[in-house]
């Protein structure tokens, strides 16, 4: 992998990628402008400004002037990126590699000389190695316990920071297997609703930043912690010699990726979208429903918080559920975020209890290239309304467009909303790639009051009591920095844990 890395360049990303690579970017920043007042955002981002007192330089928390070390930058946005559940979906790895390389690139990038279509290189390098491995590891018995992007996005990420410091090959060896040392995530927190989840990406990118600039600093680390007798491989009980394409060998991973239409679960895309169809078609109330049966994928079926019917206490157990969120569309007929609330929608948790899932062998054997899902609904009245899809629908780019326009007007205004699509847009032309995170740190005249729309505060989104807000942490020494010829960036203080 190593090699590979190294041996592609700027030059090598064709234009479908970058333009892909470019959508993937308006995506995550759509996501982390919308999500930066949930308590999870704000929490991950006052931990990073404690932890970054003092700092001299670093890099920016999105949608913000604050500027923190470049490891809590890349930790804060990954996990206010990851804010919604929106973010975008690799199914072969069933990670959402966005909300980890993302950040992960725009923080290193605030510290090194890299140029726009280098950052792009990097970015399309992340998703090549965050794919790969996770198809290597992920199936439906790990992802029961496992989170799949806890897991594969430190790897990513290093691979990432590597690509994006310009790390010679056994430096990016070091940094790929840091990463591998990394990889954690549980999936406790589908049927709790805790929030660990949100700061799976947050830690992700953080580590990545970390394995990088160790790295670049000198580290050594093990050649065969990803394949060797006691690798990451054997940790999952893999076969050590995978047969998985080299890198860049074949059809580029990110172009696997989709953006979510629903903001929920990836395992419940395809059913709400199957059941938002029956409610175009019918407008239905809890009354008005016997019962109704979701056919989905085993994997689905399996996926921890996915066959939920109830209780839902927290937005992001209502989120997880195949039940909850087929019940939602069909009551609804929208995805809106307010649907989510449990506490606020007593129509849609009486119809999830009405629901339950059964796995279609049919749409099992299509996954991962395909997930689909059908809905039956048996209306007391006597009425079945069906709807059957192959594969989720996913939102365009004129969508992700859209949607990037309506977050960032809100947090930057419109103006300069608009000088950065515009900047993301031409990111090749670049000298700087910086200029990227730059561009979303909000101006002095950036948003009025009449122009800034937030989502709805704690009490709102999260019912159930917060947590304690983070002790302030302690000051922790500085890391020297790293020669550009032998780093190809500068190695920031470590981040609090």
């Not at 600093?217 to 047969?243: C, V, W």
């Amino acid at each position: 992998m190593a090699q590979a890395l190294v041996a592609y360049s700027p030059g090598d990303v064709a234009p479908e990628v970058a333009a892909k690579a470019k959508l993937c970017v308006l995506d995550l920043l759509s996501s982390a402008f919308a999500a930066r007042d949930l308590p999870w955002a704000a929490q991950a981002a006052e931990l990073a400004r404690q932890s970054s007192l003092g700092v001299a330089k670093g890099a920016g928390i999105l949608g913000s002037s604050d500027i923190v070390s470049i490891q809590d930058a890349a930790f804060a946005n990954g996990v206010i990126g990851h804010g919604l559940v929106r973010d975008d979906m690799h199914v072969g790895s069933v990670s959402h590699l966005g909300t980890v390389l993302v950040p992960t690139v725009l923080a290193l990038a605030e510290g090194a000389r890299a140029s726009g279509a280098e950052l792009l290189a990097a970015l399309v390098a992340g998703y090549e190695v965050g794919g790969k491995v996770g198809r290597m590891l992920m199936d439906s018995d790990v992802t029961k316990i496992f989170r799949p992007t806890g897991t594969v996005g430190p790897i990513a990420a290093a691979a990432a920071g590597a690509k994006l410091l310009g790390l010679d090959e056994n430096q990016t060896v070091t940094a790929l297997a840091l990463g591998a040392n990394a990889a954690a995530g549980y999936n406790e927190w589908a049927a709790t609703g805790g929030s660990e989840m949100f700061f799976h990406t947050g830690f992700a990118a953080r580590s990545g930043v970390a394995a990088a600039q160790l790295a670049a600093g000198g580290a050594y680390a093990s050649r065969t912690a990803i394949d060797g007798e006691a690798g990451l491989l054997a940790a999952f009980h893999r076969d050590l010699a995978p047969q998985i394409p080299m890198l860049f060998a074949d059809r580029a991973e990110i172009l696997s990726v989709f953006f979510k239409p629903v903001p929920a679960c990836n395992f419940a895309q395809s059913a709400a979208q199957a059941a938002h169809t029956i409610a175009q078609r019918k407008k239905l109330r809890a009354n008005d429903i016997e019962r109704v049966t979701v056919r989905v994928t085993r994997a689905a079926a399996l996926y921890p918080g996915c066959d939920v019917s109830g209780p839902f206490e927290h937005v992001l157990q209502a989120k997880m559920s195949i039940h909850y969120n087929v019940a939602a569309a069909l009551r609804h007929g929208d995805f809106d975020e307010s649907n989510y609330v449990p506490q606020q929608n007593s129509d849609v948790l009486t119809i999830a209890t009405k629901t339950r899932l059964e796995v279609d062998d049919e749409l099992t054997k299509a996954f991962p290239a395909k997930q689909g899902a059908e809905v039956v609904v048996q209306t007391r009245a006597g009425d079945e309304l069906r709807e059957r899809v192959e594969d989720v629908v996913p939102t365009d780019e004129a969508g992700v467009r859209a949607r990037f326009a309506a977050a960032a007007a809100a947090v930057l205004g419109e103006r300069q909303a608009a000088r950065l699509v515009e900047l993301v847009d031409g990111l090749e032309s670049h000298a700087d790639a910086a200029a990227l995170s730059r561009a979303t740190r909000p101006s002095a005249r950036a948003a009025t009051p009449a122009t800034r729309k937030r989502l709805p505060r704690a009490k709102r989104v999260t019912p159930a009591k917060r947590p304690a807000a983070p002790k302030r942490a302690a000051k922790s020494k500085r890391a020297p920095r790293a020669k550009r010829a032998a780093a190809g960036g500068r190695a920031q203080r470590k981040a609090s844990r």
